[in-house]
């Protein structure tokens, strides 16, 4: 994938995009939706339009406390769509959920002066009142381009997942149904970058209701995506798979296809207890198996693990160092961080687990012989 500098573009429009790096891949999706749109890196007087997660609210309010412009502020993302009340202390309107549809038409009504209760899917104030109009449908990613130069992102082939996991944000943002880019589609767009990378909540499940794998539709996508002669990095990160979508059959096209000789995989716990809680619908069997059957092909599991989750014990803990040691003994990889409650989960109030102080130090031996990367320490930890 080729990632040019980001120049910051004149706006004829008077809308900006408020662009850093780590909203980037959203802005490049929502960049061809807004004719004449420039990027910003600070406020500007028109249109304002950020895209931030939760670890970005707090510096995001104290830009724009900050802020001497004249803007109208419109807020989006994973944060503002589950704090609608929360981001309209600093902003004027807040797109919840996919903003396709909603921003082109919010910005409209922006410009004519119109009633924004006539938008479905945003949030807004009147006469110290929030206001949430009807939700939309779910949009069909064929109708809309995934990026737009000068800003390019990893190709977006799916979106939404059935799975609901309590710590995650995916399912209560693009839903519970899974829905995927034609493969004519996303070919198209892949004709634009040197190499091929993916977004997906789970790349194995491309094609199918996110429960039961299609393969032949992986194969379909991977073998037409062959044919433009370009590396393809499949359920390598910014995406990952399910371990339960791991099989022999799905490794054979990551092994026929695809140039990446690692697999991002999503296991989250060593310990069965803690997988039920937070709804993964798999077991540790299943992540184990996963990781044996990518090592058997040469191909090395970069497992991902949360520590930390909500009551799980110094027990539940040494199964996942257990898991983990077990992993980068046969030759894989572990990713780990520590739980962060996100809002708008099941486990928005839960309280972080404390980190059992064997698990952290085992966890940082793995990491000074390179087989562990992330933050696995709570902030007081750190």
């Known amino acids: 994938m080729v990632m040019k500098k980001i120049a910051l573009d004149a706006s004829p429009a008077g809308i900006w995009f408020r662009w850093n790096k ?9 960049l061809p939706l807004v004719e004449g749109a420039g990027l910003a890196d600070s406020p500007r007087d028109g249109v304002m339009l950020y895209s931030f997660a939760t670890a970005q609210a707090e510096e995001v309010y104290r830009e724009i406390a900050g802020s001497k412009v004249k803007a109208v502020y419109v807020a989006g993302g994973p944060h503002p769509s589950a704090r609608p009340e929360e981001a309209l202390r600093s902003f004027d309107y807040v797109v919840i959920g996919e ?79 899974m829905r995927h880019r ?57 995406s990952e798979v399910r371990p339960d979508f791991v099989s ?45 059957l990518c090592l058997d092909r040469g191909i090395v ?13 110094p027990e539940d803990q040494r199964m996942t160092l257990a898991l983990a040691r077990e992993v980068v003994g046969g030759g894989g990889r572990i990713r780990a961080h520590h739980f962060t409650p996100l809002p708008g989960t099941p486990l928005e109030d839960a309280k972080p687990a404390v980190l059992a102080d064997e698990v952290a130090k085992e966890m940082g031996k793995l990491a000074l012989r390179g087989k562990a990367t992330g933050r696995w320490g709570s902030s007081d930890q750190r």
């Open 99 to 177: 903003g396709e549809e909603t921003l082109p038409e919010l910005i409209e009504v922006i410009r004519s002066g119109g009633d924004p209760e006539t938008v479905r899917g945003i949030a807004y104030s009147r006469d110290g009142i929030v206001r949430i109009t009807p939700a939309r449908e779910y949009v069909d990613l064929d109708r809309y381009p995934p990026f737009q130069p000068p800003i390019f992102s990893p190709l977006e082939i799916s979106r939404g997942c059935p799975w609901g996991c309590a710590y995650c944000q995916t399912p209560r943002l693009f839903g519970r149904r």
């Open 248 to 292: 022999d059959e799905a490794l054979d096209l990551v092994a026929r296809y695809c140039k990446n000789r690692y697999l991002s995989i999503g296991g989250q716990s060593g310990s069965d207890r803690i997988l039920k809680m937070i709804g993964r619908g798999h077991d540790v069997e299943a992540i184990r198996r996963a990781c044996d």
């Open 182 to 238: 034609s493969i004519s589609k996303i070919l198209e767009y892949a004709r634009c970058y040197s190499d091929l990378r993916f977004t997906s909540p789970n790349a194995l499940a491309y094609g199918s209701d996110g429960v039961h794998p299609r393969i032949d539709k992986v194969e379909r996508l991977l073998k037409s995506l062959s044919e433009l002669n370009k590396p393809i990095y499949f359920g390598t990160f910014p």
């Open 301 to 313: 599991p970069n497992l991902d693990l949360i520590v930390g989750l909500p009551g799980e014990t």
């Open 22 to 30: 780590k909203n980037g891949y959203s802005i490049a999706a929502l």
